[in-house]
Structures are given as structure tokens and as C-alpha cells.
């Protein structure tokens, strides 16, 4: 195996990890509950530290790639994930927990921060698009594997401890990959330049992808989170949507190269916005076995937002280097976690107003919630608008 493909392959591991860290720890939050006697509102405070992590690390991340290398961010990854891992395990108390998701949070940061850029540099043009998007496809990938993993330890009265165990196996598989191995050069000294990174990431097109990346990420996180809650209430079974949704994201990654090569990242983009209102609309309107055809439209659309909008940075704004990728997607992760809370306030408000129409029960849960999805239809709408000015305005070679 070839240096670069052994940096590759331990970059999907990298990302499994980070994927087990989020599917399983979710998996194993009643249990930890329970034993632990914590609140809801505790748990959440502990779910909150993976998102934090996770951008902070980001942006660190990207700041010294060039200077301290992409090698050394990796190992700081692997050290902060085993002793993330550990921590969960052994500590038995709330304050250990949150230490222990924000350890894993960081760890995941840093795979994001070594891993976009490495890739990057280390492939050119739409080969380059193809193993970003191949990469990417191991988050969803990982959900589906830790999701099932979790089931099944569940289902066969494994204790939560030995489900955090298997976290650590793809961390110590990307160690092993990695171990020896040289990270490749950035492809031009502007790349490398913290100054000139900087000024990239101030010119007008980048500026409009960090709107952009806000809108995506949150079309794609937000009725993901929710849409469980929310469809568990009108017939559907929500592991079968989270398991068609991830599956569905995973194999359409796996082929993003081809599309990108055929259509640009801005053609992509686009289609996938206009694909994720549907999909989007579909989920709060629809009830029953039309909800596995919302599942559908929203995997189609989603599934190429995140990998393309790193890949539109690394192709057409090139001299913001690791930074500008790193910034990108921590905004996508900041843009998640400030827009939770408000979405969850936008079912309080639809759960008042329907409990005042006279419903209760599922019918008045299913009414909140599929009024809260019916106001989300705006997020992927409005970036229909914005990804139409991006296809005009890079068709006209307005990149700089």
C-alpha cells in the first residue's frame, strides 16, 4: 500500500471513530442516566461538549497545520480520543463525563482539521472531489455500523462499558496507519502562508461560503435530530428513517467524485439544495410510509452538502489552505449547536398553539413537530437562491 492510500485509508478510520463517538455514546445516554442518576438536562450539558470539541479543535487545528504538521495534530487526536475513551469509562461521575466527551469532542476536531487538508494536498483535481467525498462518506457510514453495534450489545445485555470499548478500535487502527507514515507538502507556499490564508478567507466568496456552510449544515443536522422525535408519532419507525437516511447518505458519497466531475461542486450543490427542500417539506407534510419517500428525497440532498462545500474551498479558494477549510467547517458545527436550542423553542411555541386548537396526545406531537420541520423547509430553500448566485457567479470565473 502506497503512502498516500495508507494516509487515506487511516483518515476513514479516523472519521469511523469520530462517527462511533457520536452513534454509540447516543446509544448508551439512558443507561449512563440511569446508573448515574442524571437528569435530562445533565445529559444534555455532556452532549453539548462533543459539539464544542469538536470546532474549537477545528480552529486550533487549522491555525498550526503548516507549522506543526498534519502527523502531530493526528496523534494529539488519538491521545485525546484514548484518553476520552477511558475517562467515560472509569469515571463513574458527572464532571468525569463531560471531561471525557469534550477529550473525544477535541479528538474529532482534530481528525477534521489534519485529515481535509492532507487529502487535499495529497490529490489533484476531480480526484481529489472523489476521495473527499469517499472520506466524508464514513461519518454516515459510522453511524450506520455504531447504530447497529449498539443495537445489537443493547439487545444482548452488553453493558454500556463494553459499547464505549469499541470506540476504540478504529482509533487504534488509524494509529497504526499512520504510525511512520510522511503527510504530504501543501501544493503551493500560499497554501502555507498563515497571512495569505487570511486574506483569502477575507475576499467576497468566501465570506458568502461560511453563510452558505451555516445554511447547509444545519438543513442537514437539524431536521436529523429531530425527525426521530417527530416520526416516531406518525407510524414511521425512526431507527428504519435514521438507518435509510445514513445508508443512503454513505453509498451517494462513495460516488461523489463522479457527480462532481459532471456537474462542478456548484452544480452538485445546487441540486442538492433544491433535493433537501423536498425531502424537507415532504418530512412535514407526510405521514406513514410517505415518510421513508421524504427519507429519500432529504439522503439525496443532504448527503453531498458538508464533503463539497470543504472540496468547493480546497478547489476554488485554494490559498485559504487548512485554515479556510478548518473555519468552514466549524462554523457548520457552530451553526448545529446554536440552532438546536432555537428549534427546540419553535416546538414549545407550535406544541402551545396546537394544544390551544383543542389536540393532545400523538396528534398534538405529531401537529408540533411536523409545524416546526414546515418552518426548516427555509433553511435548504434559501440556499437554493444562494447556490444559484455561486453557479453564476464561478461560471463566470468570479473565484478570487
Not at 121 to 127: K, P, R
Request: aromatic content about 12%; charged content about 10%; some cysteine.
Amino acid at each position: 500500500m502506497n503512502n498516500k492510500l495508507r494516509l487515506f485509508y487511516g483518515s476513514c478510520f479516523a472519521l469511523i471513530t469520530t462517527a462511533l463517538s457520536f452513534s454509540i455514546r447516543a446509544g448508551i445516554l439512558p443507561q449512563l442516566g440511569e446508573e448515574l442518576g442524571l437528569s435530562a438536562e445533565q445529559l444534555g450539558f455532556i452532549n453539548s461538549m462533543w459539539f464544542l470539541g469538536f470546532p474549537i479543535s477545528m480552529v486550533i487545528g487549522g491555525l498550526v497545520y503548516h507549522t506543526v504538521g498534519g502527523k502531530r495534530i493526528m496523534q494529539f487526536a488519538f491521545l485525546a480520543h484514548a484518553i476520552g475513551i477511558l475517562m467515560t469509562i472509569y469515571s463513574g461521575s458527572y464532571v468525569g463525563l463531560l471531561i471525557s466527551t469534550l477529550l473525544i469532542g477535541i479528538g474529532n476536531g482534530c481528525t477534521e482539521a489534519a485529515c481535509n487538508p492532507m487529502i487535499a494536498d495529497a490529490f489533484e483535481g476531480s480526484t481529489m472531489s472523489k476521495m473527499m467525498n469517499r472520506f466524508h462518506m464514513w461519518f454516515p457510514g459510522g453511524i450506520v455500523i455504531g447504530s447497529l453495534v449498539s443495537k445489537f450489545m443493547t439487545d444482548a445485555s452488553f453493558g454500556w462499558e463494553a459499547q464505549i470499548w469499541v470506540i476504540l478500535l478504529p482509533a487504534l487502527v488509524y494509529a497504526y496507519l499512520f504510525y511512520g507514515q510522511d503527510w504530504p507538502t501543501a501544493k503551493t507556499k500560499e497554501e502555507a502562508s498563515l497571512s495569505m490564508n487570511l486574506k483569502a478567507m477575507f475576499s467576497p466568496l468566501f465570506i458568502f461560503m461560511m453563510v452558505c456552510m451555516a445554511l447547509t449544515a444545519i438543513s442537514e443536522f437539524g431536521p436529523q435530530q429531530w425527525s426521530s422525535l417527530i416520526l416516531a408519532k406518525s407510524g414511521a419507525q425512526p431507527m428504519l428513517i435514521l438507518a435509510l437516511v445514513t445508508g443512503l447518505m454513505a453509498v451517494c458519497r462513495y460516488f461523489g467524485g463522479d457527480i462532481v466531475h459532471k456537474f462542478d461542486q456548484t452544480g452538485v450543490l445546487l441540486g442538492s439544495a433544491v433535493l433537501a427542500t423536498i425531502g424537507v417539506f415532504l418530512f412535514s407534510t407526510q405521514t406513514g410510509a410517505m415518510a421513508y419517500v421524504a427519507a429519500i428525497f432529504f439522503a439525496l440532498g443532504v448527503a453531498y452538502f458538508w464533503p463539497n462545500m470543504i472540496g468547493f474551498i480546497a478547489d476554488k479558494i485554494p490559498a485559504s489552505g487548512a485554515l479556510g477549510m478548518s473555519i468552514v467547517g466549524a462554523v457548520g458545527m457552530f451553526s448545529t449547536s446554536i440552532f438546536q436550542p432555537i428549534i427546540g423553542r419553535w416546538i414549545d411555541s407550535n406544541k402551545a398553539a396546537k394544544a390551544a386548537s383543542g389536540l393532545t396526545g400523538d396528534e398534538l406531537e405529531l401537529a408540533a413537530g411536523q409545524a416546526t420541520l414546515g418552518t426548516m423547509v427555509l433553511f435548504p430553500a434559501i440556499l437554493i437562491v444562494l447556490f444559484t448566485i455561486l453557479f453564476f457567479w464561478v461560471k463566470k470565473g468570479k473565484t478570487n
